[in-house]
């Protein structure tokens, strides 16, 4: 005992103070060498200790390994074919599917999430089709990382590429947690121990996304945020290539032929080559087929200086084939568009609103209206329905993307060619009106819209060869005239005062005349060579744009703009924009005379014209009940 006691007071002999001399410290490897010999002696206390040390060790890791593969079967991890571990694609063979950490055990079924972090710390969560889940049950949670919770809210499906959407949103705690892993969508009793850890794949940021696609006849159309930042400003096409497939082995790459705003344009991928790459026999590529009406590949853009693949959640789709030409169709020819004019615009909670727009533009000429609907959650659906039942064509579209309205648009230009001619493209608080040669018309007309259209537009009669591809009508700001609540007769009864000159223009597009970029500012389009622009004059035809409407109808629409280049609202930048509402700060607070502003002109001439074309009058004070009153 006594000779340990000795090696002990060895090793824990204080350093020598620095007023020693350097004479009396003992060398440096006399103490390395006493140290290893009392730690290499095999004496009985040691021998016992590295024992112990060692069963202790081993059951760690044994607890560890198993608690391991027990978390691996509930949330197995693998990479996904693009986007970096994004979900498991049951589209898929096993061999290509990527398993996706934000899963639950349901019935022995994985439900399988992408989670996307969206502007304002919103989550949008994409479901995969064919999977056990329901928007009648309330029970599902968004699970993070440090346990907290938020509930779910069911939104409604892509309609390209069939997937259910939730979103939730991120809890305050989670906000200062780095990085941030995409959460588990989870049923509130089963959140135990199943928050997403280390190895799980991180949100994807909104920023830096391939969100859609579309397949025209000879190519694909693919919309991607984070390339093309500054407005007017496009990176080369020479840039990029469009991947099919996981972006590494197993994929088909073709050149990108255009790049402008977020719309990429690229060649069809060779489909034999492709479907080889991901199918290995027949027996599997027919069950997949059955599975779907038409096989889907991811499709992403790579970033060739740097071999960058995109994150996306956009799938490629086979073009549809050509409509079946008539005897008078030559095969150079194509069919003609079902509608000669219709009406597209983006919607966000617009269902009090709907009626009267969907009606009045119905009755001077507008055969279909397009709405993309940028989640709404108000009761949006119903109304179409109505709207629908009562004889009224419209499409409404999901399109969940966030300050997208440009590429919505551009989206619009090639779905709509097939459907339409002419598209007008103007809002839901925004009318047509034609104050010269409407304003005596005891009833309207389904014709009248088209004498705001060129007369003659064949090229070949023009002297310069050039046809009217767009009519661009100007616009008159109407504001709140005095009213604090919504008028129930409507907003062309109720707001009767406005700006006196206005700063923006719509426009009707001819789609045949859009340039193959698909470049648009929201009000207008490029045109491709050969067409040109015409304006009309404030008497031949005028926008009623009722912008500055009670202040919580304003308040919710300046919430959610929708441009890819306005900046939101509440942030103190570009301060001069015409997208600022003069009198107007950086705070969602009703400005103080709000009901009295932007009233320079009294303008009822609208307000006259629809009561003569669609007032019932009332009782109440020589009042009319409109036509869109439910």
Not at 18 to 36: A, E, G, I, M
Not at 98 to 112: E, Q
Not at 559 to 567: D, G, I, L, Q, T
Request: charge should be positive.
């Amino acid at each position: 005992m006594s000779h340990h006691i000795k090696e002990l007071q060895v090793l824990s002999l204080p350093p020598p103070s620095s007023s020693s001399s350097s004479s009396s410290r003992p060398p440096s490897f006399l103490s390395l060498s006493l140290c290893l010999q009392a730690a290499m002696r095999p004496t009985l206390p040691a021998l016992l200790f590295f024992a112990f040390a060692s069963l202790f060790l081993f059951a760690f890791f044994s607890l560890h390994l198993s608690r391991t593969t027990q978390l691996i079967q509930h949330f197995p991890i693998a990479i996904d074919n693009i986007n970096y571990a994004i979900f498991h694609d049951p589209q898929l063979p096993s061999t290509h599917r990527a398993l996706h950490v934000s899963s639950i055990i349901i019935n022995h079924s994985a439900i399988s999430t992408v989670s996307i972090l969206f502007p304002a710390w919103e989550l949008l969560l994409l479901v995969s089709p064919h999977t056990p889940i329901s928007a009648a049950d309330d029970t599902y949670v968004c699970l993070f990382q440090n346990n907290d919770t938020s509930p779910v809210r069911f939104s409604k499906t892509l309609p390209f590429s069939n997937r259910t959407t939730l979103t939730c949103p991120m809890p305050k705690r989670v906000k200062h947690l780095r990085p941030f892993y995409q959460p588990v969508l989870a049923r509130s009793e089963e959140k135990d121990a199943r928050a997403p850890g280390l190895g799980s794949p991180e949100l994807i940021r909104w920023n830096f996304l391939v969100y859609e696609s579309f397949s025209t006849e000879n190519d694909v159309v693919v919309f991607v945020k984070g390339l093309n930042h500054r407005q007017g400003v496009n990176r080369p096409p020479s840039e990029f290539r469009c991947v099919f497939g996981d972006g590494d082995k197993n994929s088909v790459k073709t050149a990108v032929t255009s790049s402008t705003q977020e719309v990429f344009r690229c060649q069809h991928p060779n489909l034999t080559e492709l479907e080889d790459t991901f199918y290995y026999n027949e027996q599997q590529q027919q069950q997949e087929r059955r599975r779907q009406d038409v096989t889907k590949f991811k499709i992403s853009l790579e970033i060739v200086d740097g071999l960058v693949v995109v994150p996306s959640v956009a799938y490629y789709t086979r073009p549809r084939p050509r409509t079946r030409l008539t005897t008078t169709q030559t095969t150079s020819s194509k069919p003609d568009p079902d509608h000669d004019v219709c009406a597209c615009t983006m919607v966000y909670n617009v269902a009090k609103f709907l009626r009267e727009w969907v009606i009045y533009h119905s009755k001077i000429g507008v055969d279909h209206f397009i709405l993309y609907d940028n989640d709404s959650d108000d009761n949006l659906e119903s109304v179409v329905l109505g709207l629908q039942q009562e004889g009224y064509n419209i499409t409404t579209l999901f399109w969940v993307w966030p300050k997208t309205q440009e590429a919505g648009f551009s989206h619009s230009a090639i779905y709509a060619k097939h459907l339409c001619k002419w598209v007008l493209y103007i809002d839901v608080d925004e009318f047509v009106f034609a104050p010269y040669s409407w304003a005596h018309s005891p009833q309207p007309s389904k014709h009248i819209i088209k004498s705001l259209l060129p007369k003659h537009n064949n090229r070949k009669n023009n002297n310069n060869n050039v046809a009217v591809g767009q009519v661009s009508i100007k616009c008159n700001d109407f504001g709140p005239s005095n009213l604090k609540t919504h008028p129930a007769e409507g907003v062309t009864q109720g707001y009767t005062c406005r700006r006196r000159f206005g700063q923006r223009h719509k426009s009707m597009v001819l789609l045949d005349a859009v340039d193959y970029s698909l470049l648009n500012m929201i009000h207008h389009f490029e045109m491709k060579k050969g067409y040109r622009s015409r304006k009309l004059s404030m008497e031949e035809g005028v926008v009623n744009h009722y912008k500055y409407q009670v202040w919580p109808e304003f308040q919710t629409k300046f919430r959610r703009r929708v441009s890819a280049y306005v900046v939101d609202w509440t942030q103190e930048l570009n301060p001069k924009s015409k997208d600022r509402t003069p009198g107007l700060g950086f705070e969602p607070v009703e400005p103080k005379g709000w009901a009295d502003m932007f009233c320079e002109v009294r303008d009822e001439r609208l307000k006259m014209l629809t009561q003569r074309w669609f007032g019932s009058p009332t009782s109440n004070n020589g009042g009319y009940r409109m036509l869109w009153q439910t």
